[in-house]
């Protein structure tokens, strides 16, 4: 088939229409779907609440105003409860992705009894709801005294599953001969770990390590059971203090801003991140 004619089937009608419809216009709709609560979430935000609750919506502020956030920072401690959330999301975060980092290593490339015991362990982890674990962690953290603590917000939390799967299922895919080329120039287990493991699955790690931040950023269910004093909350509990001194319909913009605070780390931190996510989940997936 030559080139001209091979233009002539790819810019055809049928093609078009196919390409179309079979590709651009699902993503659009999962963009518009997506994008379109959190685009009208931060411009909510700037709207006094008579531009929110009116018979007349429109889209753009008509009178743009900060005080949407400005209520938000009389309201709750903001410095105090994003200074938490940053210790307890990067506190959680390292030990969690290095605890994921080294478990994984220990499955793939260490010989012990029971490892196959311990990965259906972690296949059930899997399985099991959080909500499920919530009575008897608030009774174990709650006798060791770590209620309205940040230790007491992180301990239960340490262990991830998820990154523990994931990276074994990767450092399968990695070549032995690489590793017992390292063995043979006496590189014990730690040294082979962080010299060659860590460094060429760094996409994956990566991954592993943004799903981890952002769970642990956005965790709303134990903070709020475990902590009932603003000075340890972390900021997603410490907003919805925002729903609870505030209970008529104006307090949407306020709602809005506070909202937007939780997100924009996390969007931040996404996008620092997010070249490595495709990368690091479809690893392994073609040998």
Known sequence: MSSHTQWRHAFSRPNLAATLLGGYLPILLATVIIALPLIWMVIASFKPPSEIITMQP???????????YRHVADKVPLLTVLRNSII????????????????????????????????????????????????????????????????GIILPGLGTAFGTFLLRQHYKTLPRDLLEAAKLD????????????????????????LVTI??????????????????????????????????????????????????????????????????GLTQGAVK
């Open 58 to 68: 429109t889209l753009w502020p008509q009178e743009p105003t900060l005080d949407n």
């Open 88 to 151: 307890v999301t990067a506190v959680a975060s390292v030990i969690k992705v290095a605890l994921a980092i080294t478990t994984a290593y220990a499955l793939v490339f260490v010989d012990f009894r029971f490892k196959n015991v311990v990965f259906l362990a972690i296949l059930v982890a899997l399985m099991v709801p959080p909500e499920a674990a919530l009575l008897p962690n608030y009774m174990t953290v709650s006798a060791l005294g770590g209620r309205n603590t940040l230790w």
């Open 186 to 209: 006496g590189a014990g287990h730690w040294k082979r770990l962080w010299r060659i493991v860590v460094p060429v699955s760094a996409p994956t790690i990566a991954t592993v390590a």
């Open 214 to 279: 952002v769970g642990e950023w956005n965790n709303f269910m134990w903070p709020l059971i475990i902590t009932d004093s603003a000075e340890n909350m972390t900021l997603p509990v410490g907003l919805n203090l925002l729903q609870s001194l505030e209970g008529q319909t104006g307090s949407y913009g306020y709602l809005m801003a506070g909202a937007v605070l939780v997100i924009l780390p996390v969007l931040v931190v996404f996008a620092a991140l997010q070249r490595f996510i495709v990368a």
